[in-house]
């Protein structure tokens, strides 16, 4: 009868060890998806930022060469802004079927990787 007692006493701190070790582990992979989704949105965040100057610079060389072509400085930013507006036409078609999917796939991926 005492080592049954002694048994159970065995078996339950290995099951009070098993839950404390299945806690700690749950936590470190929480953390690990946290600040791997948070290193990926900095990276995202300073790349989208040198994008933007990038895209800055290139459209506006764009438009000033467009405007020498056409003979008009004014001409070559107005072409360009219609270039612009065609852009978040096609971003606003295409947000629910494949620019929504790909950003929520992307977070989810970050998270579970």
Do not use: C
Request: overall charge positive.
């Amino acid at each position: 009868m005492e080592d049954l007692k002694t048994s159970a006493a065995h078996l339950k701190d290995h099951a009070t060890d098993y839950v404390k070790t299945y806690m700690e582990l749950a936590k470190v992979k929480a953390t690990k998806g946290a600040s791997t989704a948070a290193a990926g949105a900095v990276i995202a965040i300073v790349s989208l930022i040198f994008a933007f100057f990038f895209l800055q610079f290139l459209f506006f060389g764009l438009a000033w060469w467009i405007g020498s072509a056409v003979g008009s400085a004014a001409g070559g930013f107005f072409i360009v802004a219609g270039l612009f507006l065609l852009l978040m036409a096609l971003v606003f078609l295409l947000r629910k079927k494949v620019i929504v999917p790909f950003i929520r796939n992307s977070i989810i991926s970050k998270v579970y990787e």
